[in-house]
């Protein structure tokens, strides 16, 4: 009799043991997921590429990029608010250098509609003069922003003023100046797509500041002349200082005021520059 119970006992033990190995295995480990928060992002305007100073900026030059909203600043130029950044920027100039991916802000970068936008165009150490023009004819308008031109300088000289030499006239004339970049005309900075002409008051060139100094002279004293270069030889650097001094024109004697002629492709142009007269 006992031995019966013992070995039910033993029956019962070891089906118990079997059951608790069988739940314990049967178990399995739970792994704990991350909860993942998206976070808001928003499209920040970036530098495709490594911007120098002064560069002038393509639309390549610029491309969209997430950025958390939380880091999004009021400089920063997001896709929602100025969605036509690309148009607005393209052309603009670099006021310093911008890395690849680093934000573009609208001070680190000046439009045509900006103020500053003529400093920021200027190549480092060279100057921009302005000369007020108004055409005389109606074939004027045919130098573009870009073009490069020759300056010459046109003076009258008087051989003598007494009855003696009868007061004979001659004229002289000088190239002050070769390839000589033109900025602007008006407020016109480039050509704009498809117009062949730009009809302004106002031509903008781009010189050194003694190259300015003789330009200035030579507009008071005698007759300045832009002769348009051919597209061949724009990239030659033969812009070379020329100073015009007093002794050089301080024989001529103007009767009008200074000019400039603008040749291009066989057509002429006067228009009427600052006045002035020898001494």
């Not at 079997?18 to 920040?44: C, G, Y």
């Not at 200027?122 to 074939?139: L, Y």
Request: aromatic residues 4%; proline residues 5%.
């Amino acid at each position: 009799m006992r031995i019966g119970i013992l070995a039910l006992a033993l029956v019962a033990a070891g089906l118990a043991a079997f059951l608790a190995r069988s739940l314990v295995s049967d178990e399995k480990p739970q792994v704990v997921v991350p909860q993942i928060i998206e976070q808001p992002m928003a499209e920040v305007l970036v530098a495709a590429s490594d911007l120098a100073l002064g560069q002038r900026v393509s639309k390549g030059d610029l491309v969209w990029q997430p950025w958390p909203e939380d880091a999004v600043t009021n400089s920063y130029i997001t896709q929602d608010v100025q969605p036509n950044a690309f148009d607005v920027f393209g052309g603009a100039i670099a006021r310093s250098p911008i890395l690849a991916g680093e934000p573009i802000t609208n001070g680190k970068l000046v439009s045509f509609e900006n103020a500053g936008f003529m400093s920021a165009l200027i190549s480092p150490g060279m100057r921009a003069v302005s000369t007020k023009i108004s055409p005389e004819t109606g074939a004027g308008g045919f130098i573009l922003p870009n073009d490069r031109v020759d300056v010459i300088m046109t003076m009258r000289l008087r051989s003598g003023s007494t009855e003696e030499d009868g007061g004979n006239n001659g004229y002289r004339s000088e190239t002050i100046l070769r390839n000589v970049r033109v900025l602007a005309i008006d407020q016109t900075f480039k050509e704009v797509e498809g117009e062949q002409v730009v009809v302004g008051k106002t031509a903008t060139l781009e010189m050194l500041p003694a190259q300015a100094e003789g330009f200035a002279l030579a507009a008071a004293q005698g007759e300045i002349s832009l002769a348009l270069r051919s597209l061949a030889d724009t990239g030659r650097n033969d812009q070379v200082p020329t100073n015009v001094s007093a002794e050089q024109t301080s024989g001529g004697t103007l009767q009008r005021g200074a000019s400039v002629r603008v040749l291009r492709y066989g057509a002429e142009t006067t228009v009427s520059t600052i006045a002035g007269r020898g001494k």
